[in-house]
């Protein structure tokens, strides 16, 4: 059986969750990082030498990196999630690698500041700046989404689990964001597939 290492709080593990809920692929998860601690840990540091969640095992094979296990659990099976075909492949990845170093990023900042710091902390110029960040992030997705059902056209993929992970974040943060018609469209669109219940109905913390 699959092996998941980390806890459902983080944003990344969510998307390991995501994509084996969606191909129906059984797995074992154990808590870990956080206050759940063991990243420190030289066995975990074995797996993961970056001591960062998630890790998968499969039968002996180790794998870090979320959008990289998301990719390699479609990659296995026969699955419209990660095209055969190398143009739309390509922009399923381009959309993966998105998420993964613009929108997620640009969101950091809020999202520690507002969750995970007391409010006696907390940078308001940096949150705001953040803020501002991820808005133009959002203008993007929801402009992309004018004509589309999911990010890529109107099959569902590993995109949309990656995407779809940082949305439920970004639109759950306690913040003034401008509304986008599309983007929270395609939000009610993906909190209705089955498999994304484990990650839409937990609080973003």
């Known amino acids: 059986m699959l092996k998941i290492w980390g806890r459902t709080s983080?944003?990344?593990?969510?998307?390991?969750?995501?994509?084996?809920?969606?191909?129906?692929?059984?797995?074992?998860r154990t808590d870990a990082g956080g206050t759940f601690?063991?990243?420190?840990?030289?066995?975990?540091?074995?797996?993961?030498?970056n001591g960062?969640?998630?890790?998968?095992?499969?039968?002996g094979f180790v794998l870090y990196e979320s959008n990289a296990i998301v990719r390699y659990l479609a990659a296995k099976q026969d699955t419209p999630l990660w095209p055969r075909e190398a143009k739309a492949r390509a922009d399923v990845d381009r959309w993966m690698e998105?998420?993964?170093?613009?929108?997620?990023?640009?969101?950091?900042?809020?999202?520690?500041?507002?969750?995970?710091?007391?409010?006696e902390k907390r940078d308001a110029a940096a949150i705001e700046s953040s803020r501002a960040k991820s808005e133009t992030f959002s203008a993007v997705l929801d402009a992309h989404?004018?004509?589309?059902?999911?990010?890529?056209?109107?099959?569902f993929t590993t995109?949309?689990?990656?995407?779809?992970?940082?949305?439920?974040?970004?639109?759950?943060?306690?913040?003034?964001r401008t509304v986008r018609p599309n983007l929270e469209r395609y939000y009610r669109a993906l909190c209705a597939?089955?498999?994304?219940?484990?990650?839409v109905s937990l609080p973003v913390n």
């Not at 960062?52 to 039968?59: A, F, M, N, R, Y």
């Not at 989404?145 to 099959?155: M, Y």
């Not at 597939?193 to 990650?199: N, T």
């Open 10 to 28: 983080s944003v990344n593990v969510q998307k390991v969750v995501w994509c084996c809920d969606e191909l129906g692929i059984a797995y074992a």
């Open 98 to 119: 998105w998420q993964s170093t613009g929108f997620t990023p640009a969101m950091g900042p809020a999202f520690l500041g507002l969750v995970r710091t007391p409010p």
């Open 37 to 49: 601690g063991i990243v420190n840990t030289p066995e975990y540091r074995a797996l993961n030498p």
């Open 52 to 59: 960062l969640v998630p890790v998968i095992e499969d039968d």
């Open 145 to 155: 989404l004018a004509n589309r059902t999911f990010v890529t056209g109107d099959t």
């Open 159 to 176: 995109a949309d689990i990656v995407i779809g992970c940082a949305v439920h974040r970004w639109l759950g943060l306690p913040l003034e």
């Open 193 to 199: 597939r089955p498999a994304a219940k484990g990650v």
